[in-house]
């Protein structure tokens, strides 16, 4: 498999367990990664053979942006499914970053990733 990959992509969002989480927000780093057949791209040169990426950046923001939830799990899985609405793409593998997390010590990052596929 072929791989096209969007990385830190910065978005502000309010999700989160904790009350001012939710009310004041953060930004969410996301990074994808999608495999799948690029050949046929390659060959007609027409962005309508691949997924295009800005397309791809636009749909990820719109649910970063959307409606809260609890868990970057959730957020991840949710960024998933765009990407897999494309019938080519194969695999998607998503990381969400919560650099800001409230962790009340010093860090660097948190992130969560998960891989999903095509049955």
């Known amino acids: 498999m072929d791989r096209i990959s969007l990385t830190g992509l910065t978005v502000r969002g309010h ?3 904790f009350d001012f989480e939710r009310r004041d927000g953060q930004d969410f780093v996301i990074d994808v990664v999608l495999e799948l057949d690029l050949a046929p791209a390659a060959a007609s040169d027409d962005v309508a053979d691949t997924v295009h990426y800005g397309e791809l ?3 990820l923001a719109a649910v970063v942006a959307g409606e809260p939830v609890d ?6 899985q949710r960024l998933a499914d765009v990407c897999l609405a494309d019938g080519r793409v194969q695999t998607a593998i998503v990381t969400v970053h919560k650099p800001q997390a409230p962790i009340p010590l010093q860090f ?3 992130a969560v990733t998960i891989h999903r596929s095509r049955p």
């Open 15 to 17: 999700h989160g367990v």
């Open 71 to 76: 868990l970057i799990e959730t957020l991840a």
């Open 57 to 59: 950046a636009e749909g």
């Open 108 to 110: 660097a990052d948190v």
